[in-house]
């Protein structure tokens, strides 16, 4: 049996264990469904990492129920980092302090480990700006109440909209083949710039 739905799984799973604790009025109940959220994600993460391993480097897929597009694919490499995402998630959720962990600090969290391993697992462009999208949710939610924060949130949207740029293909070109050749040079210029922008690779990193 394949387990290509394990890695629907391990995105659904902090997803929606984010939207149960936004959704929850009490503090304690609220940290209580995060970290079990966040420990079924590192479970299942574990299971497709030693399934990755034991394939002898057949790569783990979800495909598309409609033709044969593959959703989502995990390997031998990308399969550890998923184990450490939700590691590092889990991590952080049980080492908080109780007053710095409410809902909306915990959903936040999570919602942005559901866009690292949307990222990770996916399999086509679009898909991996979806997962690039939801990573940012958390922080384009919040209020900007600092020029940093307003800063910030400029710069996630700015590096949205680069991968945006970079990755979604354009189907309604004359001739796609020979555009593609001259835009590729800019699709990579726009693709290494939003990475520099998301992770602060110098000069962005005081940003």
């Given at each position: 049996m394949s387990l290509g739905w394990a890695l629907l799984v391990l995105v659904l799973v902090p997803a929606l264990a984010a939207l149960g604790a936004r959704r929850s009025r009490v503090p304690a109940t609220a940290r209580g469904v995060a970290r079990v959220g966040a420990s079924a994600a590192l479970a299942v993460a574990l299971l497709v990492s030693v399934a990755a391993v034991l394939s002898g480097g057949r790569p783990i897929e979800l495909p598309s129920p409609v033709g044969e597009l593959v959703l989502l694919r995990a390997d031998g490499s990308s399969a550890m980092l998923l184990s450490i995402v939700a590691l590092v998630t889990l991590a952080a959720l049980a080492t908080a302090p109780r007053r710095g962990l409410d809902g909306a600090?915990?959903?936040?969290?999570?919602?942005?480990?559901?866009?690292?391993?949307?990222g990770l697992t996916s399999a086509?462009?679009?898909?991996?700006?979806?997962?690039?999208?939801v990573g940012m949710a958390p922080l384009l939610g919040e209020r900007a109440g600092r020029t940093t924060?307003?800063?910030?949130?400029?710069?996630?949207?700015?590096?949205?909209?680069?991968?945006?740029?970079?990755?979604?293909?354009v189907p309604f070109l004359v001739e796609p083949s020979a555009l593609h050749a001259s835009l590729a040079p800019w699709r990579s210029a726009a693709l290494v710039l939003a990475v520099a922008l998301r992770v602060g690779l110098p000069p962005f990193h005081a940003w």
């Amino acid at each position: 049996m394949s387990l290509g739905w394990a890695l629907l799984v391990l995105v659904l799973v902090p997803a929606l264990a984010a939207l149960g604790a936004r959704r929850s009025r009490v503090p304690a109940t609220a940290r209580g469904v995060a970290r079990v959220g966040a420990s079924a994600a590192l479970a299942v993460a574990l299971l497709v990492s030693v399934a990755a391993v034991l394939s002898g480097g057949r790569p783990i897929e979800l495909p598309s129920p409609v033709g044969e597009l593959v959703l989502l694919r995990a390997d031998g490499s990308s399969a550890m980092l998923l184990s450490i995402v939700a590691l590092v998630t889990l991590a952080a959720l049980a080492t908080a302090p109780r007053r710095g962990l409410d809902g909306a600090t915990a959903s936040s969290v999570l919602l942005g480990e559901a866009g690292a391993l949307l990222g990770l697992t996916s399999a086509p462009p679009w898909l991996l700006a979806v997962g690039w999208c939801v990573g940012m949710a958390p922080l384009l939610g919040e209020r900007a109440g600092r020029t940093t924060a307003r800063v910030a949130r400029g710069v996630s949207v700015a590096s949205t909209t680069l991968l945006a740029l970079a990755l979604v293909p354009v189907p309604f070109l004359v001739e796609p083949s020979a555009l593609h050749a001259s835009l590729a040079p800019w699709r990579s210029a726009a693709l290494v710039l939003a990475v520099a922008l998301r992770v602060g690779l110098p000069p962005f990193h005081a940003w």
